[in-house]
């Protein structure tokens, strides 16, 4: 006797638990997003609780049948049929590694900014969606705000729109993390930005960072400064500073990590 005398299927296609029914209500998801926190916005939606929804989501027989090269996948396709959204929207939600977060999970969450306010605000969304966001990607293109690493609040999604400097010197940056290995471009961006850091501390404060930084921080700028300043007494390390500040040095941060990633290049190929 056998089970599928028809051959209609293979096993492992049946087996596989049935995908959950669709919710009453989805919500959009947002370009790199972190699933957990999709997943809370959508209970939230139903009107379920978070482990509730989580549990029903979770398939324990997916390990088995699928193995750990499809599981992923299979993860994204239970979610986009109880959600009812494309598979490749809940595919470009930030899926982490498990080996790599567990391992320091505050960190991970430490390291997702908020998406753009007024993008999320098209959706019907009203509160923070933390994302994870690429290094160089710093500001909205659309909306004209700042969502670099220091922009941890939509209090500090800054308008840059006075400053045409800065959407000029993040298509530099883009330009630099697409010919760069991304880490290569990070670490020349954390150089510059430290060197500046220096330069300010010894009394080299160029027009323009003052203009920008005047403009950005009124009647506080001069505090702002001396607080941030005190803060990282060495080198900057990548937790958030104050966004005023990181829009006030971006273009020259730019401009020097070009150099510093000219430099690399130079050496690099007059290497024997």
């Avoid at 993008?119 to 019907?124: N, Q, S, V």
């Avoid at 960072?209 to 001396?226: F, I, K, S």
Wanted: glycine share 6%.
């Amino acid at each position: 006797m056998t089970l599928n005398p028809a051959r209609l299927a293979l096993f492992t296609d049946w087996a596989t638990t049935l995908p959950p029914r669709p919710l009453p209500r989805t919500v959009t998801p947002v370009a790199g997003e972190y699933y957990l926190g999709y997943v809370a916005r959508l209970a939230d939606a139903n009107h379920l609780e978070f482990s509730e929804l989580t549990g029903a989501l979770h398939d324990d027989a997916a390990v088995t049948v699928h193995g750990s090269r499809r599981l992923k996948q299979h993860e994204h396709e239970r979610l986009a049929a109880a959600a009812s959204q494309p598979l490749a929207r809940i595919a470009r939600l930030c899926w982490p590694d498990p080996a790599y977060y567990l391992r320091d999970i505050e960190g991970f969450h430490r390291m997702l900014r908020p998406a753009c306010r007024r993008c999320t605000a098209r959706y019907g969304i009203t509160g923070p969606v933390p994302c994870q966001l690429p290094p160089h990607q710093t500001i909205c293109r659309r909306h004209r705000l700042w969502t670099g690493p220091a922009a941890s609040s939509h209090d500090q999604q800054l308008d840059i729109s006075p400053f045409p400097e800065i959407p000029r010197a993040h298509r530099r940056h883009d330009a630099l993390a697409q010919r760069h290995p991304w880490q290569l471009a990070d670490t020349a961006t954390g150089q510059a930005t430290a060197a500046i850091y220096r330069s300010i501390r010894d009394g080299t404060w160029i027009p323009g960072q003052q203009h920008r930084m005047r403009h950005l921080a009124p009647g506080t700028w001069q505090q702002d400064l001396a607080a941030e300043l005190a803060a990282r007494p060495g080198w900057p390390d990548h937790s958030p500073g104050h966004p005023a500040i990181e829009i006030a040095i971006y273009p020259d941060v730019i401009w020097l990590a070009e150099r510093i990633l000219q430099t690399h290049s130079t050496s690099h190929h007059s290497a024997p």
